[in-house]
């Protein structure tokens, strides 16, 4: 069983930047690809971005390529998204999650109901 906890959200103006995190516990994520999805009010949840097992290769929305970065740091069990340039449509609340293939990497890291785990969720608000 795996235990994801996000931090890092809050209030910010547009322009402004964040920085998520995404803590694993139970076991270890190292062999898992990582994505960052959100939730607006009244909005399906939508993916944001994803890396495979090892951060080699990185996927993201058209929404956020260019302003949003995810890493990972497999030996502190943490995945991270950098967030720049943020605009009030970003406000959402953000979850990260763990892949259910280990060792994989393909377009199934962007799809929501190819993951295994999902932390609670932190909340993003982006002011004009």
Wanted: with cysteine.
């Amino acid at each position: 069983q795996v235990q994801l906890v996000e931090s890092g959200g809050g209030l910010v103006q547009a322009g402004g930047s964040l920085r998520l995190s995404c803590a694993a516990s139970g076991r270890t994520v190292s062999g898992y690809g990582m994505g960052w999805f959100r939730q607006a009010p009244g909005k399906e949840r939508e993916f944001v971005a994803a890396c495979n097992w090892s951060g080699s290769r990185t996927y993201y929305a058209d929404s956020v390529k260019g302003r949003f970065t995810i890493s990972r740091d497999n030996a502190k069990n943490t995945v991270y998204l950098q967030m720049n340039s943020l605009k009030p449509e970003d406000t959402a609340v953000y979850y990260c999650a763990a892949h259910s293939r280990p060792y994989y990497s393909g377009n199934y890291l962007m799809d929501t109901t190819d993951y295994a785990y999902w932390g609670q969720g932190t909340q993003v608000t982006v002011s004009s």
